[in-house]
C-alpha cells in the first residue's frame, strides 16, 4: 500500500514556474514507477511525465517536454515535479500516482493522491 500526498500547486503567471512535490507513505517507494497526471475542467486526465523506480528513466508528454522535469528522491520517499514557462493551458489539478508498470495510461497506476491545483494566468 502506498498512499500520496501532493503539495506545490498555487496560482502563477504565465512564464512562471512551480514545484510540485509528492509525499508517500509506506516503505515501498523505491519499487514503484511514478507519475503525473492532469486533468483540466471538463477534460479527461492526461498524462505529464513518468519516472522509473531508480529514477534512471523518465518520459514526457510532448506538451511539457522541455519545460518539465520530473524527479524522485527514495530517501525522502518524495517525487517532484519542476514546472517552468507555464502556460495557461497549463492549468488542471496535477495528481501524482504511482504504479508498477509505470506508462502513460491511467490504468497503469494503482495508487493516486488527492491532487493540487495549477493556474495559471495570461
Known amino acids: 500500500q502506498v498512499q500520496l500526498v501532493e503539495s506545490g500547486g498555487g496560482l502563477v503567471q504565465a512564464g512562471g514556474s512551480l514545484r510540485l512535490s509528492c509525499a508517500a507513505s509506506?516503505?515501498?517507494?523505491?519499487?514503484?514507477?511514478m507519475g503525473w497526471f492532469r486533468q483540466a475542467p471538463g477534460k479527461e486526465r492526461e498524462f505529464v511525465a513518468t519516472?522509473?523506480?531508480?529514477?534512471?528513466?523518465?518520459y514526457y508528454a510532448d506538451s511539457v517536454k522541455g519545460r518539465f522535469t520530473i524527479s524522485r528522491d527514495n530517501a525522502k520517499n518524495t517525487e517532484y515535479l519542476q514546472m517552468n514557462s507555464l502556460k495557461p493551458e497549463d492549468t488542471a489539478v496535477y495528481y501524482c500516482?504511482?504504479?508498477?508498470?509505470?506508462?502513460?495510461?491511467?490504468?497503469?497506476?494503482?495508487?493516486w493522491g488527492q491532487g493540487t491545483q495549477v493556474t495559471v494566468s495570461s
Open positions: 509506506g516503505r515501498t517507494f523505491s519499487r514503484y514507477n
Open positions: 500516482a504511482a504504479g508498477g508498470i509505470g506508462g502513460i495510461r491511467t490504468s497503469d497506476y494503482g495508487y
Open positions: 519516472i522509473s523506480w531508480s529514477g534512471d528513466n523518465t
